[in-house]
């Protein structure tokens, strides 16, 4: 196959080039325990100041690699991710705080916030979006790596598949109960994700990888295997961004804190893949892209609707219809009792308290509009 072209080693010279000059003293003293490590040093961090990467889904694995690259000093993070803050994420989602929860920020609002007063040195970007396939090639390109915070199958297939169409390296991830997993994946030198989940005779695997149907919304979640997870994740991210590809693991490492079994197989491509051999990318070309979908909880996601929402205006209108509704900058919630609306200002919502799509259809059309 002609494989697309991993552009990180393009890139290589033109790096070279722009740090020339080298850092700043300040840069020195921030990162000198990272430049220490020998195997980074300081051309590796110089490197690293000048990489970029883009983050999808900003929750407990987004949260707490974002920490953990931000503070190690690469150049640029964008962060996309549809959810606001709530209490119950504060157990995981590391970045966030109780005064995010209390004024539901957006997740990425949040985490830009936090990030930038954790290092200004970090060029952060945060966008409350849901990835779609629309969406999909303009936000991923232009940076060096994608990252996967996210928390479902179909987004990440359709990352995978934006990633093989750009020729990017994109690392998956996931965590549920106290078991964890994740592979750095290649376009065209290692298995995709594709290769992974969707080979013929293994049509389980995605179950297996993530004990059958369970979510973290059904059997919970532990800050401790995110933790895990998101450090082997970072770690390759930093290892690629450094300019030390030869490092890479390359393969798919799982770990279960609470039983402290620790597993590393390797992952061999599909000699027929779908998308990384004969790029039929059709989770990017959007064929069957639903415009309701379920976002855990107890939950539904409409995001059909193209144009924006003055949330001003609608917060006026539905004054009289509901008792409670509160928003901010970025976002209108209020209660019909037994919902709860959610409402972003490209017009997206989420609809709290029902699994059923024509339920939220029809909440959406009464109290938004259709
Ligand atoms: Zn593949």
Redesign the pocket.
């Known amino acids: 196959m002609s494989g697309a072209k991993w552009r990180y080693d393009k890139r290589d010279i033109a790096r070279v080039k722009c740090s020339a000059h080298g850092m700043k003293p300040e840069e020195l003293e921030k990162y000198s325990r990272q430049i220490l490590f020998e195997r980074i040093g300081q051309t590796g961090q110089e490197r690293l100041l000048n990489a970029s990467a883009m983050l999808v889904g900003c929750g407990a694995l987004g949260t707490s690699f974002a920490n953990l690259l931000v503070r190690a000093g690469i150049g640029r993070l964008r962060i996309i991710d549809r959810d606001f803050v709530e209490p119950s994420n504060l157990q995981r989602q590391t970045l966030f705080d109780e005064a995010d929860a209390r004024e539901a920020l957006p997740k990425a609002v949040a985490a830009e916030r936090h990030l930038r007063a954790i290092n200004s040195g970090v060029q952060v970007e945060g966008i409350t979006s849901d990835l779609t396939p629309k969406n999909a090639t303009e936000l991923l390109s232009g940076f060096d790596l994608i990252l996967d915070g996210t928390d479902n199958f179909e987004t990440r297939l359709l990352i ?1 598949d934006a990633a ?1 169409s750009l020729g990017v390296a994109w690392i998956y991830a996931a965590v549920v109960g106290s078991y964890g997993v994740t592979m750095t994946i290649l376009p065209g030198e290692t ?6 989940l ?1 080979s013929g005779e293994d049509s389980g695997a995605r179950g297996e990888l993530l004990g059958g149907d369970a979510t973290c919304d059904t059997v919970g979640v532990l800050q401790a295997a995110v933790g895990a997870i998101s450090s082997v994740q970072a770690m390759e991210a930093i290892k690629l961004l450094a300019g030390k590809p030869e490092a890479l693991n390359r393969r798919l490492v799982s770990c279960d804190v609470w039983s402290g079994k620790f597993q590393s197989i390797s992952v061999e ?2 000699t027929h ?5 004969r790029r039929n990318l059709i989770y990017l070309n959007g064929e069957s892209q639903p415009h309701i979908t379920m976002c855990g909880r107890d939950s539904v996601q409409i995001h059909e609707r193209g144009r924006k929402l003055d949330l001003a205006e609608l917060g006026n209108r539905l004054n009289g219809a509901s008792r409670d509704v509160r928003y901010n900058d970025f976002l209108l919630r209020f209660r019909v009792a037994p919902y709860e609306l959610t409402v972003f200002a490209d017009g997206r919502a989420i609809i709290k308290g029902t699994k059923d799509p024509a339920v939220a259809r029809s909440l959406y059309a009464r109290y938004i509009g259709s």
């Open positions: 995978n093989i298995a995709c994700l594709a290769c992974l969707e491509r599909n893949c779908r998308a990384c051999v």
